[in-house]
């Protein structure tokens, strides 16, 4: 069937037609084959011409080339895009927003999947993961690479992000700790995936240390079943929210104000109506923080928290930790590293890459036998080789007498 803008055309045409060769209409005919209403007929013969309605200009059009760019990063979506862009600029409710990204074709792909949920009791379970890898510009061009850990609180669906440079043992571990003091508890279980960090992969198994952990926590710790990750669905629906972040690409000064992006983001996350509970989070967690247990007191907390410490390389290929000096490979001299200390070891990153580690020592000066024999080699270049190993031993057998 013909189409009414197609038999409006025709209908014209006829007319004219008819006009030019005197013909006498019968509108009621014409009617019937066009399937046009008689009078409105009757108005085209006369001269008729609907009124070309102009469409309103919206005040997104002034920002449809952002909220384009936007939404066709990776990972984005439009609730994400609209909190980025409301902060910047005054573009109304998200309802309008979304309504105006339907109607432009700017809506984002969604990849689609099973979802299947699993509920628990409040106060019972704490689901977390790692949101890996993430590389971010600053507005200056410099690069941040980073992880969020990202927890979920199973019964109100409360989110905690944190941002993380690395992901050790030591970092989960300073993680969670910072999420049992955000929320103000602990709950009885923590459940996760094979996180290679904290669980032996072949034994499926989680490592003896992070069981103490869990242990002096007063939690019990918990792995999805094997090549089941769904398990653990909630919070892994958690990390959707961090598409919020991708709008902020290029856009943020620096570190400190990317880390504040993150805890924006956190709390507008908790305040915004989840889907599935039918009220926000924040709402449901004032009843769930009355079921956690208790935190460890400060003592406990305080021997599990492993901070990230940074230090300034010298021209010797040492840094300063606690008054005394380490060494690293001489390609690191000038540079700034980041060092953290757990069982009596010192690890040493740059750019999130482990360089090397220490052990901890009271000694005055503290070179592996490497770094000091790379030093040699760059400095005695004419020197052979097995006469600077020589000397290497002989430098550091006297300097440790002098320790």
Not at 7 to 30: A, G
Not at 75 to 96: L, W
């Amino acid at each position: 069937m013909e189409n009414k803008k197609e038999r409006i055309r025709k209908l014209k045409q006829e007319l004219l037609v008819s006009k030019t060769l005197n013909i006498k209409l019968n509108y009621s005919d014409l009617s019937r084959k066009y399937k046009i209403d008689r009078r409105t007929i009757k108005k085209y013969n006369n001269g008729y011409e609907p009124k070309v309605t102009r469409e309103r200009k919206s005040k997104l059009d002034s920002f449809k080339d952002i909220a384009k760019e936007k939404l066709k990063l990776s990972g984005a979506t439009i609730m994400g895009v609209y909190q980025y862009m409301s902060n910047k600029h005054d573009i109304g409710s998200y309802s309008n927003f979304y309504k105006y990204v339907i109607k432009n074709n700017l809506k984002p792909k969604k990849n689609k999947g099973p979802n299947l949920r699993f509920e628990t009791d409040y106060g019972v379970q704490l689901q977390f993961d790692w949101k890996e890898d993430i590389k971010m510009v600053s507005k200056h061009g410099e690069l941040f690479e980073f992880n969020i850990f990202s927890a979920t609180l199973s019964a109100s669906r409360l989110h905690v992000f944190i941002y993380s440079k690395y992901k050790t043992r030591n970092d989960v571990q300073r993680c969670l700790i910072d999420t049992f003091k955000y929320i103000g508890g602990v709950t009885e279980e923590l459940l996760t995936d094979n996180m290679s960090s904290i669980v032996d992969v072949k034994k499926c198994k989680f490592c003896k240390e992070f069981i103490a952990f869990a242990k002096d926590m007063g939690t019990q710790p918990k792995h999805c079943k094997v090549r089941h990750p769904y398990t653990k669905g909630k919070d892994e629906s958690a990390n959707r929210f961090m598409s919020w972040l991708v709008p902020y690409n290029h856009e943020f000064e620096d570190e400190e104000e990317l880390i504040k992006i993150i805890k924006d983001i956190n709390l507008k996350v908790n305040k915004q109506v989840n889907s599935t509970i039918g009220v926000a989070p924040i709402m449901l967690f004032n009843k769930e923080k009355e079921y956690l247990k208790p935190l460890p007191n400060n003592k406990i907390l305080d021997e599990y928290y492993v901070s990230t410490i940074k230090v300034k390389v010298s021209n010797e290929s040492l840094f300063y930790y606690k008054g005394i000096k380490y060494s690293v490979p001489i390609k690191f001299i000038d540079h700034t590293l980041d060092i953290q200390e757990d069982d009596h070891k010192l690890y040493v990153y740059y750019n999130k890459e482990l360089i090397t580690i220490h052990d901890i020592s009271l000694k005055k000066i503290n070179y592996k036998e490497e770094h000091y024999i790379e030093g040699l080699q760059n400095v005695l270049k004419h020197k052979k080789q097995d006469e600077i190993k020589q000397l290497a031993k002989k430098n550091l057998k006297r300097l440790k007498g002098l320790n």
